[in-house]
């Protein structure tokens, strides 16, 4: 079964030809980073204009690289939540257009079940059940996945995502956007243990996260107690040790939130998905700890680690199997269908 599979939640236009949910024929993204870059940030509004540009060349890419027709297309998906409104109504109104034209399935999906569907492309091994974190720019959450579509709410985070974090550190730290790979390049110049920045675990037992204690704790390094000193201009070095320093913080507590929650339903596996992913010492560490655990670890490759429509016509194979096939009344939802959480 071939789906097309349209992703436009953020500030990535991409869209992918996947067959039965695992080979992908192709996965074609294209990066708004550039047109964000002047502002350290998404701006919604220039997000959901270059989708409307971008998006129609990005599908047509993707049918010629995957070398077949619109009507070669079995079904049609496309991530409806979580998003931008506005660029996720880009993608779904394309979608639904597609679908209706070419009278086939429309199938709806969820961002964040995409990214943890990502480490079953191209994979022959079982990766459910598993414990999954997606950690992404929006996104920071544990599930319990006990199949492709069957994911429950174990802990998520309270104020900013991980990757927001990193984002708005590297920005403190003069770094450009986005943050996530630039701290992770920083970093490896850096010595974790030369500053210390506090870890905030929540109340025992829990599974939800904070970042928004540890991104403040570096401004007033650099800026002084509530960032009232002058700016001072770092050494290259003072740079790359907070850096290091912040993402050990960041990374401690994935790392320890995902094995407890590993514990608390005894399995055997874990997934990692999100642009996060892509960072090397939380990779680092989560094999370290696999292989301590005798956990399997399991991490797609980056690039389908951050935004990717192959991760959404991946999963879209799964739901169409279990009858969960949407119609044209499918709505964009920013927050909502957030899954109910069960412990
Ligand atoms: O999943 P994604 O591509 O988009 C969202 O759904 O948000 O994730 C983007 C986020 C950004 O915050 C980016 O800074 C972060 O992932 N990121 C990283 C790395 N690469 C991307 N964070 C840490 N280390 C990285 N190497
Ligand atoms: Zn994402």
Redesign the pocket.
Known sequence: MLILGIET????TAAAVVRDGRDILSNVVASQDRLHLPYGGVVPEIACRAHLVMLLPVVEQALSEARVQIEDVDAVSVVHTP?LVGALLVGLTAAKTLAWLMEKPLIGVS?LHA?VYAASLNRAEPVFPCVSLV?????TCIFHSRSAVDHDLLGSTLDD????A??KV?SILGLSY????E??RAARKGDRDAEHFTRTRLAPGSLDFSFSGVKTAVLYRCRGQNARAPARELSDQERADIAAGF?EAVVDVLVEKLLAAARSVSAKRIVV????A???R?RERLEQAGRKRRLEVIIPP?RL???NAAMVAGIAYHLYRAGRVSDLELDALPTAGRPVRKA
């Open positions: 939640s953020c500030d990535e998003g961002h990214h950690a992404s720019g929006g996104h995502a991980a990757g927001e990193f984002d590297a986005p943050g996530g790979p701290i992770d993402q998905g999100g642009g996060v892509a960072n090397s939380l980056s680690c951050i935004d």
